[in-house]
T-cell receptor, first 112, second 115 residues
Framework: GDSVTQMEGPVTLSEEAFLTINCTYT??????LFWYVQYPGEGLQLLLK?????DKGSNKGFEATYRKETTSFHLEKGSVQVSDSAVYFC???????????FGGGTRLMVKP | DAGVIQSPRHEVTEMGQEVTLRCKPI?????LFWYRQTMMRGLELLIY????????DSGMPEDRFSAKMPNASFSTLKIQPSEPRDSAVYFC?????????????FGEGSRLTVL
């Protein structure tokens, strides 16, 4: 079945450091890929998405490129801020329906 | 739009009591999801409705859990009787769109503590 694997956290960085959170997936067909972010005390919200191979999703300085050949969708940001501290979830969706398969989440802590 | 609205935001109850969590999805959305989040198990899908019909309830832990969606604007998740291991944050999410994974809009969650 479909699955998403993320790097385990927590990831601790200093402000302005470069961020990479790895995500790989297993799916039949051609999934759409998503990154969701969960700030403390809140629900998840969509950060960015990509719907086909080689697409790049971007938002708020974050980027991720849909790599079909490596089945990956790594999240990157060139310079993190304290306000980026949150839990980040990678997810995939397939034509089987509106259900998403989520990874386990990666907690990011950014120190001033 | 007000977004997905969940109530209560916090619930503290004693073991054996009935718990009812409520959700109002975004108007016009045709899919509704109930998730449970714990430190140990992460984010788990409990049940998924499409056009008010339960499509996949394989994530519902056991018979103590039940969910209903009597109309397009309201859903409930009930736990009877509740147990301490049910303590978690329960999220409701809704979406609209064709198959392929539309964007999910999450509520702020209901934090349940069972003593």
């Amino acid at each position: 079945g479909d699955s998403v694997t993320q790097m385990e956290g927590p990831v601790t960085l200093s402000e302005e450091a470069f961020l990479t959170i790895n995500c790989t997936y297993t799916a039949t067909g051609y999934p759409s890929l998503f990154w969701y972010v969960q700030y403390p005390g809140e629900g998840l919200q969509l950060l960015l998405k990509a719907t086909k191979a080689d697409d790049k999703g971007s938002n708020k300085g974050f980027e991720a490129t849909y790599r079909k050949e490596t089945t990956s969708f790594h999240l990157e940001k060139g310079s993190v801020q304290v306000s980026d501290s949150a839990v980040y979830f990678c997810a995939l969706g397939t034509n089987a329906g509106n259900m998403l398969t989520f990874g386990g989440g990666t907690r990011l802590m950014v120190k001033p | 739009d007000a977004g997905v609205i969940q109530s209560p935001r916090h619930e503290v109850t004693e073991m054996g009591q009935e718990v009812t969590l409520r959700c109002k999805p975004i108007s016009g959305h045709n899919s509704l999801f109930w998730y449970r989040q714990t430190m140990m198990r992460g984010l788990e899908l409990l049940i998924y409705f499409n056009n008010n019909v339960p499509i996949d309830d394989s994530g519902m832990p056991e018979d103590r859990f039940s969910a209903k969606m009597p109309n397009a604007s309201f859903s409930t998740l009930k736990i009877q009787p509740s147990e301490p291991r049910d303590s978690a944050v329960y999220f409701c999410a809704s979406s609209w769109g064709p198959p392929g994974g539309g964007e999910l809009f999450f509520g702020e969650g209901s934090r349940l503590t069972v003593l």
